[in-house]
């Protein structure tokens, strides 16, 4: 076998036996409803970033597989050039298929290694990268924020999803004692077999113990890993890479790679909504930075995952949502799909979001606003949802302030008016 120096260093990171592991068993298909391209671009202008028009916006993928996201969205959004980059040549070979039979001309993937891929600096609006990040190994994670700063528009936005501590340090726990089980097994089936054994075990000791929380928590955490499809399972739980982090790592190793942590793609996940009201004047004291106070929230709720937004790091930011935005934007319900509003009383609403938790609406402008745009099929600009608060008699009421308030809590979603192809 020919043998070159990128070669050898790939092999030591066992990076050809992750890429074996991915052509023979493909990953998942699916569309992220976090990561749609019309809301990312229209938080990028909230956030006082983003593009000034619909003009040649660019959409890069880092870890595609095979690139169902992007085609979805570039179906949707035929004014969008994507970019899907990947180093498994089946996933590609899947992608390139499905491209073509969709007929999409605004789709252009790239088979390369992360650690050898070369992008177009400066070009792109947005950069993806989900479920890719902390399955890989250090040296595939500082060269991903490498091509994230470097693919960056100036005011253009990455947005990684990865893992993160304290809430993976319980299920990661489980997973070791999985990869302890096929340590020395080869093939992925006998691996799943065997873990799927001692799962079940698992699962019948945790079951026995039902007033021990310790165990319940855990019997949680064993029937989520028996519910988990077997490609998933077998990349994700005993794939070889598998590293979550801390927030503060994670935001000062993008530093440290030109990036600025900027926001999570979920608005409401980061405001003290998670925080009782006794625990704000104990945060007075401690008066953590912003960074610190998004660790902090992060052990409250346990949390094993985030979708964090990062920018250029020479590129300015206010750390504010910028009220002049929202004349640009448009603004939909984050309803999650087949799910409908439920009315506990007559000022308290209460939905299941795409964000994936319930969020309680209380008072009357804002109910009939919420009712309102559940009712519509479109996102409505700020003029039609002023038109529609005057037709309902509640003209009195601030717009900005009240629309800033719902999209602070993610009760509603911006977008970036583009014109979509399916309507
Ligand atoms: C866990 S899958 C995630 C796929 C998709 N983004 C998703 O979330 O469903 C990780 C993808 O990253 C690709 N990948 C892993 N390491 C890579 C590397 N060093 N260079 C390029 N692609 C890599 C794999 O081939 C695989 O398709």
Not at 186 to 205: D, I, M, T, W
């Amino acid at each position: 076998m020919e043998t070159s120096p990128e070669r050898d260093r790939a092999v030591d990171l066992g990076l050809e036996s992750t890429r074996a592991r991915y052509d023979r068993t493909p990953y998942r298909d699916e569309v992220f409803a976090d990561l749609e391209v019309g809301r990312l671009l229209g938080l990028a202008r909230l956030l006082g970033l983003g593009p000034e028009s619909q003009e040649r916006l660019r959409v890069l993928d880092l870890g595609c597989a095979s690139a169902r996201h992007i085609r979805d969205q570039a179906a949707r959004y035929p004014q969008i050039q994507f970019t899907g980059l990947d180093f498994s040549a089946s996933e590609l070979a899947i992608a390139r298929r499905e491209v073509e039979d969709a007929g999409l001309g605004n789709v252009e993937l790239i088979e390369a290694d992360f650690l050898e891929a070369e992008v177009e600096p400066g070009a792109y609006d947005l950069v993806l990268c989900h479920g890719t990040f902390s399955w890989v190994p250090d040296e595939v994670k500082n060269r991903i924020f490498e091509l994230c700063s470097g693919a960056l528009k100036p005011t253009g936005l990455a947005a990684i999803v990865y893992l993160t501590y304290p809430g993976w340090k319980q299920k990661e726990a489980l997973r070791e004692l999985l990869n302890m089980r096929v340590a020395q097994i080869k093939e992925p089936e006998q691996q799943v077999r065997e873990s799927a054994l001692l799962l079940r075990l698992l699962k019948a000791s945790y079951s026995s113990r039902p007033d021990d929380p310790h165990a319940t928590s855990l019997l949680a955490l064993t029937e989520a890993m028996q519910a988990s499809a077997r490609n998933v399972f077998i990349h994700d739980e005993l794939g070889r890479d598998h590293d979550p982090c801390y927030f503060l790592q994670f935001a000062e190793w993008a530093d440290e790679c030109g990036l600025q942590y900027i926001s999570e793609t979920d608005l409401g996940s980061m405001t003290a909504v998670a925080l009782p009201e006794e625990a704000g004047p104990v945060l007075g004291e401690l008066s953590p930075s912003f960074l610190e106070t998004q660790q902090i929230i992060d052990f409250v709720v346990n949390r094993s995952g985030r979708s964090s937004l990062l920018a250029p790091k020479d590129t300015l930011h206010l750390r504010q949502l910028s009220e002049q935005a929202l004349a640009v934007l448009e603004f939909r319900l984050p309803l999650a799909p087949g799910t409908e509003i439920q009315s506990e009383a007559d000022d308290l609403l209460r939905f299941n979001s795409i964000h994936g938790y319930s969020v309680e609406v209380r008072g009357e402008p804002q109910g009939r606003l919420i009712r309102h745009l559940a009712e519509c099929a479109r996102p409505l600009s700020r003029a039609a949802i002023d038109t529609f608060m005057q037709s309902v008699g509640a003209s009195d009421l601030h717009l900005d302030t009240l629309l800033l308030g719902l999209l602070r809590g993610s009760v509603i979603d911006p977008y970036f008016p583009l014109a979509i192809a399916e309507d």
